[in-house]
Each structure stands twice: as structure tokens, then as C-alpha cells.
């Protein structure tokens, strides 16, 4: 069964505490990976796409990082307004050949001023 | 107006109460997605349209009845819903046919009592 799981589920930083976030998915066919961010009462705001294993991407204090198994979203010297829930999810090819987004739970990031 | 709209934000109804839900895109996009989001539960997906055919129905409830009447909007129809349906409503779009990401709303805050 594919399966996105990410860890921790949350995390109390201090500001300028750099640390990292990790996104686990066991699926098959792997076509891309997503972060979004989420604030309290508001949708999912999109992040990064990652397509292939080695690829990096940044945006400001954030850096999304890929292996085969696992995605990592690090964080360098967080501010308050970085607290947010931090979502992941993996497109993928199902076994019938169609595609499947799956969702991971987020991890709720705080960061303390 | 750019991006993904949703009226209202919160919705208090009870159970024998129909209403709906209206999504609006100003992306461009073909396809629209409803999904359902619980406290610690991953996104749930409901419904998917793509050029305005409904293309998954996730085994959800037949109280839930969704309509695409055109590319750019989408709605979600309420009858006779249950307190376990209360949650956060998101709808999403995005190109489809690629690896792109979905862009959400903001969501309907949905109170079943």
C-alpha cells in the first residue's frame, strides 16, 4: 500500500534553530513530491516540486531535498512566521497504471520568538 | 481575482439542512478536486473532475454530491449530513495530464449539529 509519513508530527523550535523536517513514502513509481505549507483556518500553499532523487530546491530560509525513500524540508534560522503545518504528498503510478496523489498528516512547526 | 475562491468560510447546518458549497479557479486549470481535511487525518480526496467529468468518486457518502458545470467552478452539494462530517472542505485545481501541483482555496469550515 503506498504511504506517505511524516515525522515529526510536531516541532517547538526557537528562532534561529535550524532543524529539518522529514517525508517518508513507500510507493511505487514515484512521479513527484510536493511541500505545501498551511496556516491555521486557510488552505495548503504550495512550496516545491521534486522530481527525481538528488534534486534540491530553495525559498528563502527553506530547502527541499529528495533521496529515494524520503524527502527532507530544512529549515536555517527560522522566524515566527515560519510556524505552520508543513505538508507533503507523492504523486505516483498506481499498479493500473493511473496516478495517485497521497497525503502525508503535516508536521505542525512552532517556532518560538 | 486570481487563484482558487470558496464560499462561504464557515458553514454551520444541521442535519436536515441542504446546502452547498461553490469553488471558483481563476487558474486556467482543467481539473478541480474536492477533499476532505480531519484533525490528524491526511487530506482525504472526494471528488475529482477533469475537463468537466467527474474522473474519481471515492467511495464517499451519496449525501455528498458534487457538480462541475464548467472548467472554472465547482460545487458541493449537502443533504442530510451527519456530525462526523463536520471538518475543513478544500477544494483544489490544477493542469491536468502533468506533475503539477494543486492549488487549494482557503476552505469551507463546516459545523454538522
Known amino acids: 500500500e503506498d504511504q506517505v509519513t511524516q515525522s515529526p508530527e510536531a516541532l517547538r523550535l526557537q528562532e534561529g534553530e535550524s532543524s529539518s523536517l522529514n517525508c517518508s513514502y513507500t510507493?511505487?513509481?514515484?512521479?513527484?513530491l510536493f511541500w505545501y505549507r498551511q496556516d491555521p483556518g486557510k488552505g495548503p500553499e504550495f512550496l516545491f516540486t521534486?522530481?527525481?532523487a538528488g534534486e534540491e530546491k530553495e525559498k528563502e530560509r527553506l530547502k527541499a531535498t529528495l533521496t529515494k525513500k524520503e524527502s527532507f524540508l530544512h529549515i536555517t534560522a527560522p522566524k515566527p512566521e515560519d510556524s505552520a503545518t508543513y505538508l507533503c504528498?507523492?504523486?505516483?503510478?498506481?499498479?493500473?497504471?493511473?496516478?495517485?496523489?497521497?497525503f502525508g498528516k503535516g508536521t505542525k512547526l512552532t517556532v518560538n520568538p | 481575482e486570481t487563484g482558487v475562491t470558496q464560499t462561504p468560510r464557515h458553514l454551520v447546518m444541521g442535519m436536515t439542512n441542504k446546502k452547498s458549497l461553490k469553488c471558483e479557479q481563476h487558474?486556467?486549470?482543467?481539473?478541480m478536486y474536492w477533499y476532505k481535511q480531519s484533525a490528524k487525518k491526511p487530506l482525504e480526496l472526494m471528488f475529482v473532475?477533469?475537463?468537466?467529468?467527474?474522473?474519481e468518486n471515492n467511495s464517499v457518502p451519496s449525501r455528498f454530491s458534487p457538480e462541475c458545470p464548467n472548467s472554472s467552478h465547482l460545487f458541493l452539494h449537502l443533504h442530510t449530513l451527519q456530525p462526523e462530517d463536520s471538518a475543513l472542505y478544500l477544494c483544489?485545481?490544477?493542469?491536468?495530464?502533468?506533475?503539477?501541483?494543486?492549488?487549494f482555496g482557503n476552505g469551507t469550515r463546516l459545523t454538522v449539529t
Open positions: 473532475y477533469s475537463l468537466e467529468e467527474r474522473v
Open positions: 483544489a485545481s490544477r493542469r491536468d495530464r502533468d506533475i503539477s501541483p494543486l492549488h
Open positions: 504528498a507523492v504523486q505516483a503510478v498506481t499498479q493500473g497504471g493511473s496516478e495517485k496523489l497521497v
Open positions: 487558474l486556467g486549470h482543467n481539473a
Open positions: 510507493v511505487s513509481g514515484l512521479r513527484g
Open positions: 521534486l522530481y527525481s
